[in-house]
């Protein structure tokens, strides 16, 4: 069966890095599009970021774009989400997902991805 599992999350600090891990199994990896979101508690699941299954296109809502790359390795079936900057409201669970929909445009909103990992945790402190 096709699985998700984020990892490299964790306690910073306002201004510090992390990078975010998601290990992809069971599914054609390169013929999907992949992404990323979060979710803070009380709050609606946001869309982080999304790339092309050649890698080739990217694209970020305003509020990360400039300070969150998101890239791929389909030799690894693994995306990542290098996150600098990190702010307060950057905390969340960050979650990878992936999209089937190969030949049309990236997409931003959580209800067009196929399959979803567990989420890991991201905690900026101030």
């Known amino acids: 069966q096709v699985q998700l599992v984020e990892s490299g999350g964790g306690l910073v600090q306002a201004g510090d890095s992390l990078r975010l891990s998601c290990a992809a199994s069971g599914l054609t990896f390169s013929r999907y599009h992949m992404g990323w979101f979060r979710q803070a508690p009380g709050k609606e699941r946001e869309f982080v970021a999304t790339i092309s299954w050649s890698g080739g296109s990217t694209y970020y809502p305003d509020s990360v774009k400039g300070r969150f790359t998101i890239s791929r390795d389909n030799a690894k079936s693994t995306v990542y989400l290098q996150m600098n900057s990190l702010k307060f409201e950057d905390t969340a669970v960050y979650y990878c997902?992936?999209?089937?929909?190969?030949?049309?445009?990236?997409?931003?909103?959580?209800?067009?991805?196929?399959?979803w990992g567990q989420g890991t945790q991201v905690t900026v402190s101030f």
């Open positions: 997902a992936a999209d089937g929909g190969q030949y049309r445009s990236l997409q931003v909103q959580a209800g067009q991805y196929e399959y």
